[in-house]
């Protein structure tokens, strides 16, 4: 399981737009981004990124420790903005916070990280069909003079499919990947090489690993995934599926 902490302290909005992010304080004197349950692309969102957030751990990257974060009514109550306090009344309960990197900076290009890093970073973007690491949207901090990733709830978006197509591992498999506009692109080394360094790492066990670490409460059910057991093999299933297939998605090397 992630660890498990209540937040203390709404502090204020990460920026507008988009699904407002909040930083708060948690009662283990830490400090969170939270992403919220209730903004509007739903508990799917918050999957996605433990999945790729822990997958990416477990292949050696950085990500920002993940916790889950309890938020209590009296913290939604004594907010002031309307807007916020919407937000924070319909994600009571369990949201999922992401370690504040004090004095990190966005990805500008000025320090970019080693070849082979770059290039394990685009293959796990490809992998997990992550189209949210471009240059209009790095989301990729420098921190400590290396690259931290942050937001991947816009990939294995087959999950928002599954009400009404169910799970079809062999679909996902098969899908492209547009390597052209990733932010890593030009100073990666070979994603052929990155393939051999990481297919072998995404063992049944890391992905297991990874699966469990989602709160039951956060995966819904679909026709023929009823269980939260079943939705974590299915997850894990798509993945293996995927890492089998790299003719489909692997970007190719730089000539
Ligand atoms: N752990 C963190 N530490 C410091 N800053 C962060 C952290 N996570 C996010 N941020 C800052 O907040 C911004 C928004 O975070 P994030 O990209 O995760 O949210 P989002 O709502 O998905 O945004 P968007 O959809 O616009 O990409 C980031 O671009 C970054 O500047
Ligand atoms: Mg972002």
């Not at 685009?122 to 992998?127: I, M, P, V």
């Amino acid at each position: 399981m992630l660890e498990q902490i209540t937040a203390t302290r709404y502090v204020t909005p990460l920026k507008e737009g988009g699904s407002l992010p909040g930083i708060v304080e948690a009662d283990d004197l830490g400090t969170y981004v939270l992403k919220f349950r209730g903004a509007g692309q739903g508990l799917k969102v918050l999957v996605a990124e433990v999945l790729v957030g822990e997958l990416a751990r477990g292949l050696g990257l950085d990500v920002p420790r993940l916790a889950v974060v309890d938020l209590q009514a009296p913290i939604a109550k004594y907010e002031a903005d309307e807007e916020v306090q919407d937000l924070l009344t319909a994600s009571l309960g369990h949201n999922l916070g992401i370690d504040f990197l004090p004095g990190s900076f966005g990805y500008d290009g000025s320090r970019p990280p080693a070849a082979d890093v770059a290039a394990d970073i685009l293959w796990l973007d490809a992998l997990t069909a992550n189209v949210d690491r471009t240059w209009s949207n790095p989301n990729l901090l420098v921190w400590h003079r290396r690259p931290w990733l942050i937001d991947h709830g816009a990939a294995l978006y087959f999950h928002h499919g599954w009400p009404s197509r169910g799970a079809d591992a062999e679909r996902f498999a098969a899908q492209r990947f547009d390597a052209s506009t990733h932010v890593l692109r030009d100073v990666a080394s070979s994603p052929a090489a990155a393939h051999e360094r990481l297919a072998p790492a995404l063992t049944t066990e890391l992905l297991d690993r990874v699966t469990a670490l989602v709160p039951d409460e956060w995966l819904e059910p679909a026709p023929g995934l009823e269980s939260s057991e079943s939705l974590r093999t299915a997850y894990r299933e798509h993945l293996q599926a995927r890492v089998a297939n790299p003719a489909a998605w692997l970007p190719e090397d730089a000539s």
